[in-house]
């Protein structure tokens, strides 16, 4: 056999391979979420039983992309889906090399255009350039994530969410509970803990993304014994906030639910068909 066409034989053999063992990996009817490791900040990436591909906050800076790159099909340049739960830096600067390497089709945030930081206005540029006109959210929104999955918009409230968050960017941070089947998340952003007061309340979720990355202002045991988490998610990184606190990690130890730090372990994925669970560590 000539030599240049077993190699072009080879070659093709091996490329549909890993187009095989890709769309078992990525359509496996399951729910992806990865609690991407990006230091001190927040990212996570959930990909749908439906080949939905959704963002929530993009970190710090471009190691976002490695996370995405990693649970995508390497074919895929959509998402559908990113949402910025508030205009902080650590939240937002991973998103604009988002923007620039992925077709975004929505764009969901908090109605704060006039934050006057630079990294934020850069955002806004780059989401302008693409056409993207922002969605702004409020209490009571849903939006439909494909078959038997939604999330629900528990914040800010359109009333009182905006004067709450002129007092702290953070209390305005887009909230929503994540359900696909019997298996609900809850993301928090940066909110506070009285915060919560102002929620309808959901006994027995099984994911908690932490607010504002452990701190002690996030929690209180009032709220944890009402939301009960199975599992509780620190995004955090090197840094000089005492994040996360040992009065939140207390807590956590005490009620024993099964906490997981990205600073400790790397990112956090977690699959789910809607009624079992399981959880993977990638140490990076």
């Given at each position: 056999m000539n030599k240049k066409y077993f190699l072009f034989v080879v070659l093709i053999v091996l490329t549909v391979c890993f187009l095989?063992?890709?769309?078992?990996?990525?359509?496996?009817?399951?729910?992806?979420?990865?609690?991407?490791?990006?230091?001190?900040?927040?990212?996570?990436?959930?990909?749908?039983?439906?080949?939905?591909?959704i963002l929530i906050d993009g970190g710090p800076d471009d190691k976002v992309i490695a996370c995405i790159q990693k649970h995508?099909?390497?074919?895929?340049?959509?998402?559908?889906?990113?949402?910025?739960?508030?205009?902080?830096?650590?939240?937002?600067?991973?998103?604009?090399p988002v923007f620039s390497s992925y077709k975004v089709k929505n764009f969901i945030t908090q109605n704060v255009t006039d934050n006057n930081s630079a990294v934020h206005q850069e955002l806004l540029r780059k989401v302008k350039e693409k056409k993207i006109a922002p969605h702004f959210v409020f209490t009571g929104q849903t939006y439909s994530l494909g078959e038997d999955m939604s999330t629900f918009?528990?914040?800010?409230?359109?009333?009182?969410?905006?004067?709450?968050?002129?007092?702290?960017?953070?209390?305005?941070?887009?909230?929503?509970?994540?359900?696909?089947?019997?298996?609900?998340?809850l993301?928090?952003?940066?909110?506070?803990?009285?915060?919560?007061?102002?929620?309808?309340?959901?006994?027995?979720?099984?994911?908690?993304?932490?607010?504002?990355?452990?701190?002690?202002?996030?929690?209180?045991?009032?709220l944890f014994t009402i939301i009960n988490p199975l599992f509780a998610i620190i995004?955090?990184?090197?840094?000089?906030?005492?994040?996360?606190?040992?009065?939140?990690?207390?807590?956590?130890?005490?009620?024993?639910?099964?906490v997981f730090r990205t600073d400790k372990q790397g990112s956090i994925e977690f699959v789910t068909d809607g009624k079992n669970m399981k959880v993977y560590k990638e140490k990076n």
């Open positions: 095989i063992y890709d769309s078992l990996r990525f359509f496996d009817n399951k729910l992806h979420v990865v609690f991407c490791n990006v230091g001190q900040g927040d990212s996570a990436f959930f990909r749908t039983n439906k080949g939905i591909d995508m099909p390497i074919w895929d340049r959509t998402i559908d889906f990113v949402f910025l739960t508030h205009p902080d830096a650590d939240h937002l600067i991973g998103l604009i918009i528990l914040w800010p409230d359109k009333k009182i969410g905006g004067t709450v968050a002129k007092s702290s960017v953070n209390n305005g941070s887009i909230v929503q509970k994540i359900s696909f089947g019997n298996f609900d998340l993301m928090t952003g940066d909110i506070d803990a009285k915060i919560f007061d102002y929620l309808e309340k959901d006994r027995d979720i099984d994911v908690l993304k932490v607010p504002h990355h452990g701190s002690k202002n996030g929690m209180d045991e009032k995004s955090v990184g090197k840094n000089s906030y005492g994040h996360p606190s040992d009065q939140v990690i207390s807590l956590f130890r005490r009620y024993t639910t099964k």
